[in-house]
């Protein structure tokens, strides 16, 4: 018998420095979503949790780099992801976030009850600093090569190649992602919680009472328990985030570790008075849809949290999965290399239950999967145009040739129709474990093989052949055809919640409940409506527009990788001591014994000087007399080959290495000032 008389579900909360793409929802959200549709199916009291992760250091590296508060970029991105998630039908009961006065109030309160409890140790360490930008770095502002995998670019955190977490001092050539200076290591004040005092509690916990745990998941924390947990500071130094509500923490924030999992507590109060209900009663199951580079927050920071405070229930389970790569590379929203949710919506308008399905039946539920284009347009066009779109429409199609859109009354039943009525209670007990497993990949499966089912009846019993000898028998054939599709309206219905949607309007029925499922749903006599598609196919055209759009992507990457890095910053002042201008070259020959430099003589509109430049490999000297060029002025003269050169001529070079003259697209005076 159940235990559990509620359901608390949470989504990881997505950081709001961009939007929302295909490794989310394939790796938290749908998932979560078809397990919340499911329980409410089936009449569970459960709500779903959500919001977004706003205090993380991505948000302030994306306000650095557009110049804008950090603030401006929540408030964007928020709007962006929120919505987002409504148009694929993800049904979170609330959809909060981490900057709410509510969250606020709440971390704060959750710190200070395990400060005055004891569980903090206070104690200074060493952490980065850079001198230029002076200030503390966070972990997400230090980069350098991971002590376990060598990997050139991991944070201060964690690497992201091999999933190893870190500290910003276990970096081998740490360098600032501010200014990419080495930073220094200076002393600092914060608050730790010991992890290493509760792991025997967790050890027990989760190796012991959860085993049925994915493999992934248990695993992960084993590694983390062989290794021997240690203390993990709750607090930085930083000016965006939750303040530190005790005395002298001025210029210090909760750690996002630490304020971002309380935004689920937050964010039930928010939705229900009730709360403490979902959060303290032994009878509420909670659990944490999340990916893979979230295990161990969720598993052991976020549990050991609870545990220290005392009063909130632990989760029961934590089905994370692993990653979604695209076309055999990994997401990069730095790169541009991910299928963005509010693009695909324009490209393939109202195929939300398209992207839903392929996701689900390629879910990364064990291993890292890949999202191809190909896959896509093949899994639409040969299982939900094929097999679920052509039975449901060939039942529809046929009810209506032959008896006007009424569903007919069932004459005899012989031993093949009894078996395939058969089926149905045990394709539907099917679908509940696996999704009650959290195997939402054979869920799917099994709910397609209804479907299945049911074109193989009509293509075996063939009622299109016998309808003029043998009416009884078609009129039962269809109504089983008929009873099949409507149930499928209840199977599917957690995972393409749009699709049973035009199910149930096409069999002018109201959305059933998961204990409406039987071989009866639609009575004899019973008007359904007119035929129309549930899905259409995927073009040739449209996969290859969206990998043109990904080849052009990868091409600006590469270009973009073989750019020279941005220069120091520096201040008008020094700007404005430059003086550029436009002159015309009036001369030009070769400089003798080399293979690149050319002797230019220009005419500034102030003088006519002699400059030295290294273009040869690119102009021919006799070509570029007269053209107008742009030339530095008041650069000290230096010698080249024995000529003096007095002055530069500013040049564009490409990532090929081709240089090109920077010049007006109109003839302007010789003299006029570049500024």
Same mark, same amino acid.
């Given at each position: 018998?159940?235990?559990?008389?509620?359901?608390?579900?949470?989504?990881?909360?997505?950081?709001?420095?961009?939007?929302?793409?295909?490794?989310?929802?394939?790796?938290?959200?749908?998932?979560?979503?078809?397990?919340?549709?499911?329980?409410?199916?089936?009449?569970?009291?459960?709500?779903?949790?959500?919001?977004?992760?706003?205090?993380?250091?991505?948000?302030?590296?994306?306000?650095?780099?557009?110049?804008?508060?950090?603030?401006?970029?929540?408030?964007?991105?928020?709007?962006?992801?929120?919505?987002?998630?409504?148009?694929?039908?993800?049904?979170?009961?609330?959809?909060?976030?981490?900057?709410?006065?509510?969250?606020?109030?709440?971390?704060?309160?959750?710190?200070?009850?395990?400060?005055?409890?004891?569980?903090?140790?206070?104690?200074?360490?060493?952490?980065?600093?850079?001198?230029?930008?002076?200030?503390?770095?966070?972990?997400?502002?230090?980069?350098?090569?991971?002590?376990?995998?060598?990997?050139?670019?991991?944070?201060?955190?964690?690497?992201?190649?091999?999933?190893?977490?870190?500290?910003?001092?276990?970096?081998?050539?740490?360098?600032?992602?501010?200014?990419?200076?080495?930073?220094?290591?200076?002393?600092?004040?914060?608050?730790?919680?010991?992890?290493?005092?509760?792991?025997?509690?967790?050890?027990?916990?989760?190796?012991?009472?959860?085993?049925?745990?994915?493999?992934?998941?248990?695993?992960?924390?084993?590694?983390?328990?062989?290794?021997?947990?240690?203390?993990?500071?709750?607090?930085?130094?930083?000016?965006?985030?939750?303040?530190?509500?005790?005395?002298?923490?001025?210029?210090?924030?909760?750690?996002?570790?630490?304020?971002?999992?309380?935004?689920?507590?937050?964010?039930?109060?928010?939705?229900?008075?009730?709360?403490?209900?979902?959060?303290?009663?032994?009878? @509420? !199951?909670?659990?944490? +849809?999340?990916? %893979? #580079?979230?295990?161990?927050?969720?598993?052991?920071?976020?549990? $050991?949290? *609870?545990?220290?405070?005392?009063?909130?229930?632990?989760?029961?389970?934590?089905?994370?999965?692993?990653?979604?790569?695209?076309?055999?590379?990994?997401?990069?929203?730095?790169?541009?290399?991910?299928?963005?949710?509010?693009?695909?919506?324009?490209?393939?308008?109202?195929?939300?239950?398209?992207?839903?399905?392929?996701?689900?039946?390629?879910?990364?539920? @064990? !291993?890292?999967?890949? +999202?191809?284009? %190909? #896959?896509?347009?093949?899994?639409?066009?040969?299982?939900?145009? $094929?097999? *679920?779109?052509?039975?449901?429409?060939?039942?529809?199609?046929?009810?209506?040739?032959?008896?006007?859109?009424?569903?007919?009354?069932?004459?005899?039943?012989?031993?093949?129709?009894?078996?395939?009525?058969?089926?149905?209670?045990?394709?539907?007990?099917?679908?509940?474990?696996?999704?009650?497993?959290?195997?939402?990949?054979?869920?799917?499966?099994?709910?397609?093989?209804?479907?299945?089912?049911?074109? %193989?009846?009509?293509?075996?019993?063939?009622?299109?052949?016998?309808?003029?000898?043998?009416?009884?028998?078609?009129?039962?054939?269809?109504?089983?055809?008929?009873?099949?599709?409507?149930?499928?309206?209840?199977?599917?219905?957690?995972?393409?919640?749009?699709?049973?949607?035009?199910?149930?309007?096409?069999?002018?029925?109201?959305?059933?409940?998961?204990?409406?499922?039987?071989?009866?749903?639609?009575?004899?006599?019973?008007?359904?409506?007119?035929?129309?598609?549930?899905?259409?196919?995927?073009?040739?055209?449209?996969?290859?527009?969206?990998?043109?759009?990904?080849?052009?992507?990868?091409?600006?990457?590469?270009?973009?990788?073989?750019?020279?890095?941005?220069?120091?910053?520096?201040?008008?002042?020094?700007?404005?001591?430059?003086?550029?201008?436009?002159?015309?070259?009036?001369?030009?020959?070769?400089?003798?014994?080399?293979?690149?430099?050319?002797?230019?003589?220009?005419?500034?509109?102030?003088?006519?000087?002699?400059?030295?430049?290294?273009?040869?490999?690119?102009?021919?000297?006799?070509?570029?007399?007269?053209?107008?060029?742009?030339?530095?002025?008041?650069?000290?003269?230096?010698?080249?080959?024995?000529?003096?050169?007095?002055?530069?001529?500013?040049?564009?070079?490409?990532?090929?290495?081709?240089?090109?003259?920077?010049?007006?697209?109109?003839?302007?005076?010789?003299?006029?000032?570049?500024?």
């Amino acid at each position: 018998m159940n235990k559990f008389k509620r359901y608390l579900v949470t989504t990881a909360l997505p950081y709001a420095n961009g939007p929302v793409h295909i490794g989310h929802l394939a790796g938290v959200y749908i998932p979560a979503d078809i397990y919340v549709r499911y329980l409410r199916s089936k009449g569970e009291d459960v709500i779903l949790i959500g919001g977004s992760d706003e205090h993380g250091v991505p948000i302030t590296i994306k306000a650095k780099k557009e110049g804008i508060t950090p603030q401006d970029v929540v408030d964007k991105y928020h709007t962006i992801i929120k919505k987002s998630f409504q148009e694929f039908g993800i049904t979170f009961d609330v959809y909060s976030r981490t900057t709410s006065k509510t969250h606020y109030d709440t971390a704060s309160e959750f710190f200070k009850n395990l400060y005055d409890k004891g569980e903090f140790i206070e104690k200074t360490t060493k952490q980065f600093y850079d001198q230029k930008e002076n200030q503390f770095l966070a972990d997400r502002y230090i980069t350098g090569t991971c002590p376990h995998c060598g990997y050139e670019e991991a944070y201060g955190d964690q690497c992201e190649k091999c999933g190893t977490s870190l500290n910003a001092t276990d970096l081998i050539n740490p360098k600032s992602a501010l200014s990419g200076n080495v930073p220094v290591l200076k002393d600092t004040k914060h608050w730790f919680l010991p992890l290493d005092k509760y792991q025997p509690f967790l050890e027990k916990w989760i190796l012991n009472e959860h085993k049925e745990w994915k493999p992934n998941v248990y695993g992960q924390c084993k590694s983390w328990f062989d290794i021997g947990l240690q203390p993990r500071a709750v607090s930085r130094d930083l000016n965006w985030g939750v303040p530190v509500p005790v005395e002298g923490a001025d210029g210090k924030v909760l750690y996002v570790w630490f304020d971002a999992p309380i935004g689920y507590i937050s964010a039930t109060k928010e939705l229900t008075k009730d709360w403490e209900k979902y959060w303290k009663q032994d009878d @509420t !199951k909670l659990v944490h +849809f999340i990916g %893979k #580079d979230n295990i161990v927050f969720h598993c052991i920071m976020f549990p $050991a949290m *609870l545990k220290a405070e005392g009063s909130f229930i632990l989760p029961e389970n934590v089905p994370a999965n692993e990653f979604l790569n695209l076309e055999g590379n990994k997401i990069s929203t730095s790169k541009n290399w991910a299928v963005w949710l509010h693009e695909y919506l324009q490209d393939f308008p109202d195929k939300q239950d398209v992207l839903r399905y392929v996701l689900t039946a390629n879910a990364p539920e @064990t !291993k890292d999967n890949d +999202f191809t284009w %190909k #896959d896509f347009q093949t899994r639409n066009n040969n299982e939900l145009v $094929a097999i *679920l779109g052509n039975f449901v429409n060939r039942s529809v199609v046929l009810t209506h040739k032959y008896f006007n859109g009424s569903v007919p009354e069932i004459t005899q039943l012989n031993d093949y129709d009894k078996e395939v009525l058969g089926q149905f209670s045990i394709i539907k007990k099917s679908v509940e474990k696996s999704i009650e497993s959290f195997r939402l990949r054979e869920a799917l499966k099994e709910a397609m093989s209804l479907a299945r089912l049911g074109n %193989k009846y009509l293509a075996d019993t063939e009622p299109w052949k016998i309808i003029k000898t043998d009416e009884d028998r078609v009129k039962t054939i269809l109504n089983i055809s008929l009873q099949i599709s409507a149930n499928l309206s209840i199977l599917i219905e957690p995972f393409l919640p749009f699709t049973a949607k035009k199910l149930c309007a096409l069999l002018n029925i109201e959305q059933l409940k998961w204990d409406g499922f039987s071989q009866e749903i639609l009575k004899s006599g019973h008007e359904i409506n007119k035929p129309i598609l549930l899905f259409d196919k995927i073009q040739d055209e449209d996969v290859e527009n969206q990998l043109n759009k990904l080849a052009a992507t990868k091409k600006a990457n590469e270009e973009n990788k073989n750019l020279n890095p941005l220069k120091e910053d520096i201040s008008f002042d020094d700007f404005s001591k430059l003086d550029i201008r436009l002159g015309t070259i009036i001369e030009a020959e070769k400089v003798p014994k080399t293979k690149k430099l050319l002797k230019l003589t220009v005419d500034t509109g102030i003088d006519k000087r002699t400059v030295v430049s290294g273009i040869s490999e690119f102009y021919d000297p006799k070509k570029i007399i007269g053209k107008q060029v742009t030339i530095l002025l008041n650069l000290i003269p230096r010698k080249i080959k024995g000529i003096e050169s007095q002055g530069m001529i500013l040049m564009a070079e490409n990532t090929d290495g081709e240089l090109s003259f920077v010049s007006p697209e109109k003839k302007f005076k010789n003299g006029s000032q570049i500024s």
